[in-house]
């Protein structure tokens, strides 16, 4: 099983930032694409952003575009999701998972979450 720890979430106001990280958990990161998805209540869960496990191949989603920044520290075993100018539609619980590149499609198991609640 691929687990993860994510965490980093909180309450921003709306041009805010905020730094997600995501921690491998019993294997090693740096084996591995990763991806960032989001699940906003009531809503699917949805890819926003995912990063090769070399870290050169990077694919964002159009509202992330501009906006958040995917990065990953194989040397530590995490991932980043930088989130600059956030806005109330940002609010979601977000999770990371180990994926396929190609595709982003999520292999690995969800972990928690950490929610960000972007308000003023």
């Given at each position: 099983?691929?687990?993860v720890v994510e965490s980093g979430g909180g309450l921003v106001q709306p041009g805010g930032s905020l730094t997600l990280s995501?921690?491998?958990s019993g294997f090693t990161l740096d084996a591995y694409a990763i991806?960032?998805?989001r699940q906003a209540p009531g809503k699917e869960r949805?890819?926003?952003s995912c990063i090769s496990h070399t870290g050169e191949s990077i694919h964002y989603v159009a509202s992330a575009?501009?906006?958040f920044t995917i990065s990953r520290d194989n040397a530590k075993n995490t991932v980043y999701l930088q989130m600059?100018?956030?806005?109330p539609e940002d609010t979601a619980v977000y999770y990371c998972?180990?994926?396929?590149y190609e595709t982003c499609f999520p292999i690995g198991s969800w972990g928690q979450g950490t929610p960000v609640t972007v308000s003023s």
């Open positions: 099983q691929l687990h995501c921690a491998a991806g960032w998805f949805e890819r926003v575009k501009g906006r600059n100018s956030l806005k998972s180990a994926v396929i």
